[in-house]
């Protein structure tokens, strides 16, 4: 009797012990995973990625610089500088109407004189249009080049004194021929924004009251060399 008691007994013991067991697994196994959340997502973005050569209009403004020779015997130049106004008229891909605006001011190196005129104030104005082509280009920039001819203005005496230009082996103030040759390096900033440089080779006839003189390279003093600096900006509408 007291056997089979303590059978039963040890029989009880195992069978609590195993249903301990089950429930702990059970347990565990319904217990939820914790899971981690991002804390964010990066997203790359171009700001290029919307660039295309298809504008109809675009217009730049830049700080400009200039070299002059302010007489046909001077041989002090005159670096000057002012801004410089271009727009674009694309007809094609490639193939555009250009015109520029550029007011250039600064001293001048002066001929000895009587009159102890120093350094006076020059300007000149170049108004021109002419043919623009689209070279190399993609998304990070372009190459550009265009001629341009028309005309300028130069203002030679206002600062003279009243005295005649030639005391000072200056031009008498004057409109002359004009010609423009070069181009743009341009950066793309945005799909409309672009910064942009402009080198250009100038070319002025001033000689009303002068001959204008050639040196033994055949090159005249007139070919002076231009350079602005500043943004252009794309106008949305297509070609």
Known sequence: MVMRLKVSFFSSL????????????????????PQTTANGTYIASDPLA????????????????GHIKAGPTLLQGANLGGLDLEGSYWLSKHWGLEGTGRDY???????????????????????AAGAEWLGPHNKHGAL?????????????????????????????????????????????????????????ALFTLYNANYNTPTSTAGARTNWNFGLSVGVEYKFKKKR
Not at 51 to 63: A, E, K, P, Q
Not at 108 to 114: I, K, L
Request: aromatic letters at 12%; glycine letters at 10%; charged letters at 15%.
């Open 144 to 200: 550009i080049a265009h001629a341009m001819a028309g005309g300028a203005y130069g203002d030679f005496q206002h600062d003279l004194r009243g005295a005649n230009p030639s005391v000072v082996d200056f031009y008498n103030n004057q409109f002359a021929p004009a010609a423009v040759f070069g181009g743009h390096f341009d950066l793309n900033r945005s799909p409309n924004w672009v910064f942009r440089v402009t080198p250009d």
């Open 50 to 65: 919307n660039v295309r050569y298809d504008n109809r209009y675009d217009v730049s403004l830049g700080m400009a610089y």
């Open 14 to 33: 195992v069978a609590v012990a195993a249903l301990a067991a089950c429930a702990g697994s059970c347990g565990q196994a319904q217990t939820p995973t």
């Open 105 to 127: 001011v600064g001293t001048s190196g002066a001929a000895v004189n009587d009159l102890s005129i120093k350094g006076p104030f020059v300007d000149q104005y170049i108004f």
